[in-house]
């Protein structure tokens, strides 16, 4: 099976002026970064803040381009610096963080997501409500939320609406950044549960970015780990979990706290011993 994406030697740096009291230089956000990704399949890139996770899911989605290096799109070569054709605009699509802050409070949700078709289909008006309609039960709203605005959802269900609006044009692929960390943690886990049940029906491929391994474990098929705009590992969750290369990963996951049971009760009896012996 053909790659949906493909990504060699990626890079992106950015130049920061001098001042008074700095001189000019250079960031290196990401560097020689390369996968692969097939379709129907999650790739989760996990890091630490400020490690290049966001400005990799600004380069795959097509808002930033890349210093050097390729992407291949359906095994098309990408390149953006004249503005993003519209054919090609159609295959990736992104779904942001914050629900709150990627609806516009002043359209109705119609049209947020009827918007998609207009600007890149020829698709009739009647056609778009339709497909709205359904793209709306899909996601597990009903089709009387058409008329209404964004402040009238909970966070959850914005979320909804922006996974909603993001398969409008049935893309190739998403890019969902750091989607449920805004999320209480029962929203956080229907929302999981709609995207993988959304990806078993459209057979969807997903960029996963996040921090947080307890999700990353339950959604990717991949895991890439990135530490300082570089790739230090990357292999299948059940390699990257269960036993892990380089000593980032290592760390990475020593310092994630673990929420199961058994690890609770054992932290709570290190307390109790703690304080007997503080005693």
Request: hydrophobic share 40%.
């Amino acid at each position: 099976m053909s790659p949906v994406l493909e990504v060699s030697n990626l890079t992106r740096d950015y130049h920061v002026g001098g001042s008074l009291f700095r001189r000019a230089h250079t960031v290196h956000a990401v560097k020689g970064v390369s996968f692969s990704l097939e379709k129907g399949r999650t790739l989760a890139v996990v890091g630490e803040s400020g490690c290049g996770k966001s400005t990799l899911a600004r380069m795959v989605t097509l808002i930033d381009p890349p210093t050097s290096g390729d992407i291949l799109i359906d095994g098309e070569k990408v390149d953006i610096t004249h503005g993003v054709p519209k054919q090609l605009r159609r295959k990736v699509q992104i779904v942001f963080q914050n629900p709150y802050g990627s609806l516009n409070p002043r359209q109705k949700i119609g049209d947020v997501l009827t918007e998609p078709l207009l600007l890149n289909t020829d698709m009739p008006a009647a056609q778009r409500r339709e497909r709205a309609y359904e793209m709306l039960v899909k996601v597990g709203l009903e089709p009387e939320h058409f008329n209404r605005y964004p402040h009238m959802f909970s966070g959850g269900q914005r979320q909804r609406i922006a996974i909603a609006r993001a398969l409008m044009l049935n893309p190739s692929f998403l890019v969902l950044d750091e989607p449920v960390s805004a999320l209480d943690l029962s929203v956080q886990a229907q929302i999981l549960n709609l995207l993988a049940d959304l990806q078993d029906e459209f057979e969807l491929t997903y960029v996963f970015i996040s921090h947080d391994l307890s999700v990353v474990r339950y959604i990717a098929d991949e895991v890439m780990v990135m530490y300082f705009g570089e790739v230090v590992e990357h292999g299948s969750r059940d390699a990257v979990f269960g036993d892990p290369q380089h000593d980032y990963t290592k760390t990475l996951f020593t310092a994630t706290p673990r929420a199961d049971v058994e690890s609770i009760r054992a932290r709570l009896a290190r307390k109790a011993q703690l304080a007997e012996v503080s005693a």
